[in-house]
Structure formats: C-alpha cells, structure tokens
C-alpha cells in the first residue's frame, strides 16, 4: 500500500512538473483596423473581444482583459480564431458581390431606400458580411439619410463592435481596400452617436464590378490573383498505376502579379525529370468573364529502359530526352457557374517531328502527342465541377476535382465505352 502511495505521489510530481504555466497574453495594436490582435499562443491572430463579443479598441479595456487573463487563462476560451469562409459555392458568394454592389451603387445615386434593400438582402444571404465589409456602416448611412435616426445609429454601433476591416476577397478584392476610409467611416459613427463636428466625403468610392471566379486551372485562367507562393506540392505515384516506374514528383510555382506566373518540377528516381514552365495571362476583361491564356514548358527526362514493340528494354547508352512545348487557352462564362473553354497543347517534337536517338546500334523515336480539349463545366464548387468535355477525338462525361496544382478527373469515356481516372491529364488506370 506504502509502496502505490509512493508510485502514486511520485507520478503526480512528474505529472505536475512538466507542466508548463501558461504563456501571459500579448496582444498588439493594428493602427490601420483601430483593434487589437493577440499576439501570442494558440489564439494568435485572434481580435481582441469583451465577453459580451464586442471588438475592445479602448486601452483601459485591453489592459482589464489582460489583467483578467493572467489571473485566468480560461476567458480566452470563448476567443475564436475567426477566419471568414471565403466563399464554397461559387453562384452564392457572386450573388452575395452583386448585392453589396448593387447597393453601393444605388446609394451613389441617392437612392437610399433601395439601396438599403439591396443591403439587407445580402446579409439575410451571408450574415457573415457585417464583420467582413463596412456594410453596416452603409446602411447606417442610408438609414439617416432616411430619416430614421434611431436604426441608423443601431447601424452605427454595429459597425463599430462588430466591423474587423478584413474584407474579403468575395467583396471584389476590397480586403486592401484604403484604410483612411475605413477610419473616416469610424470617425464618422461615432461622431453621429456622440455628436461632434465632423466633415464627411459622402462619396462612397468602390469599384463596383461583380467578378467572375478566377481558377487558374481552366483554359484562359492561367494566373493567380496575388503574388506570392501559389503551390509547393508532393505528389507520390505507385507503379500498380499505369505508370512506368513508382516515383516521387516536387514542384512548386511562384505568383509574381496577376499577369505572369512560373515555376519548376522534378521527378524521382527513375524516370527522373525536370520541368520549368511559366503561364501569362495574355488578356482579361475587367469582370474576369472572358480570358487567354498562354502556358509554355521546358522539360528534360533520363531514361534508363524503354517500352520498344510492347517489351520493356534496357537502353545502351540511357536516354537523355529533352521536349518544349506552348498550351494557348480561352475560356467564358456563360453564368456565373457556367463555364465553356479550351486549349491546345503543341509540343516541339510530336507525332509529326519525332525526337531521334540510338540504342544498341538501332535507330528509335520518341514523342509527346499533341492534344486539344473543349470542355462545358458546371461549377457548383470552388474546388470541383462537372465537366462534358471533347477531348483528343473522344466524348467525356465526369467530374474534376482541383487541390493546389492538381486536377483529378473520373469520368467516362462514351466512344471508347471505359471509366478513366486522370491526375493532370495523366491516366492512372486501364
């Protein structure tokens, strides 16, 4: 019994010692969004709330909390990390731009009622948008300018606790939007809950055109929005897939401006290989409905053996192939979920222009066939569609699946009459 008690008492010594106290809260200032942002531990990045959920910019208040939290760790529990859903369906976060807009519009004419209406709308559609846009203060605005003091200044005060600035790319890339405004608008509410004297710019300036989505993977499309890393991505293939050889594929490609992309690949062991490419986004309208594209790709491969007359063959000496190519595209939106473009992927040495080499004192050719594809897709998703598609002289019916750089198609091939699995156009099975 002495001895449980001992094992008992030294397993709670170990137990308590290494846990480790908990890290004082640290927060910061964002001058640009009037709020302060935690700045240290698992709630990093988290804006600053009292318990009743209203956003502190006071000092006295964020000095009370952090007081509060030291004392107890546990008020932060009820802290989220609060990151905006960027949008799933893609009708739904157009229809929820086009409202916004819409009303923006409608208040530039003075047309207050109605705007209001287009305002109210597209929060009953994503109630989300009081945080993630300066709508409240819109339509506090509206509402004053309609004469009903009482629920402007409702909106006013909405717009003051529940407003983090961080607009998001629904709102037609607003999330950069100038934050001098933004602080104007602050200004301005507060001034009409606490009246002082204060001059206004009462011209709401907003680029008012609703955009179609931008997905780099379709045909017209080619480049991202935002400079930065666009994909760093691993991609492992067994050889119980219509593969040559098992091998392991690194790539990664860079967003230098919402014109020009590039980036590289390489493939191991056997067959290794190694691709640069670079994508030009060659023109675009305003809306992003209608766009060209321009991809064009360099790449070197070894090979050690090679499928010669349906055998598999030892290559002496192993073959150094090397093959460039271009992949025009064009694509338009029928609606905002409809989409109908296409491509064609030219390779320097094709089924025309052969790549000549020798082997054991024979003569062979490789090539990379040339292929065209036309494609309807209905876009429900960001990340999947479904997709008819002519493609390379066949009828395809299926759907595509988009994660970072990859594109995964199941579908059905009607002439051919056989299901086919295709990762970037590659088929995995027979």
Not at 13 to 28: S, Y
Not at 304 to 328: F, M, R, T
């Amino acid at each position: 019994m002495k001895g449980c008690l001992f094992l008992y008492v030294l397993f709670s010594f170990l137990v308590l010692g290494c846990v480790t106290p908990p890290e004082p809260l640290r927060v910061r200032y964002d001058a640009k969004r009037d709020l302060y942002l935690v700045d240290s531990g698992e709630k990093r990045g988290a804006v600053l709330r009292d318990e009743q959920g209203t956003i502190i910019r006071e000092v006295s208040d964020k000095d009370r909390l952090i007081e509060q939290y030291n004392n107890n760790p546990g008020i932060l529990s009820g802290l989220p990390l609060e990151f905006e859903n960027t949008g799933f369906f893609v009708r739904q976060e157009y229809t929820i731009a086009f409202l916004y807009f819409s009303g923006v519009k409608e208040l530039n004419k003075g047309n207050y009622k109605t705007s209001l209406d287009f305002f109210k709308r597209a929060e009953e559609k994503y109630p989300g948008i009081i945080k993630y846009s300066d709508i409240s203060f819109l339509m506090g605005y509206c509402s004053e300018q309609l004469g009903d003091r009482e629920k402007a200044k409702e909106y006013y005060e909405r717009f003051i606790n529940k407003s983090e600035q961080k607009y998001s790319m629904r709102f037609n890339e607003i999330d950069r939007i100038n934050a001098d405004l933004y602080r104007s608008e602050l200004d301005y509410s507060r001034g009409f809950i606490n009246p002082e004297p204060f001059e206004f710019d009462v011209s709401f300036t907003r680029n008012e055109t609703v955009k179609y989505f931008n997905n780099y993977h379709y045909p017209g499309y080619a480049v991202g929005l935002y400079p930065g890393l666009s994909s760093l991505g691993i991609t492992i293939l067994p050889n119980f897939m219509r593969i040559e050889e098992s091998y392991v594929s690194l790539g990664m490609s860079y967003t230098f401006n919402s014109w020009f992309d590039a980036g590289g690949a390489m493939s191991f062991p056997l067959p290794f290989s190694c691709e640069i490419l670079s994508d030009f986004q060659l023109y675009k309208t305003n809306d992003r409905r209608f766009g060209i594209s321009l991809e064009t790709f360099l790449f070197y491969q070894y090979h050690e053996s090679a499928v010669i007359d349906n055998e598999q063959e030892e290559l002496d000496p192993p073959l150094h192939y090397y093959n460039a190519g271009i992949k025009p595209g064009a694509g338009f939106y029928i609606l905002p979920d409809l989409y109908i473009g296409g491509y064609y992927l030219y390779y320097l040495f094709n089924e025309y222009y052969r790549f000549k080499f020798e082997s054991s004192g024979t003569r062979l050719e490789t090539w990379h066939t040339n292929s065209y594809r036309i494609s309807l897709r209905y876009l429900p998703f960001k990340i999947a569609d479904l997709d008819v598609s002519f493609w390379n002289n066949e009828l395809y019916l299926g759907a595509n699946v988009y994660v970072y750089t990859y594109t995964l198609f199941l579908g059905y091939a009607i002439l051919e009459n056989r299901f086919v699995i295709r990762l970037n156009s590659r088929d995995l099975i027979d």
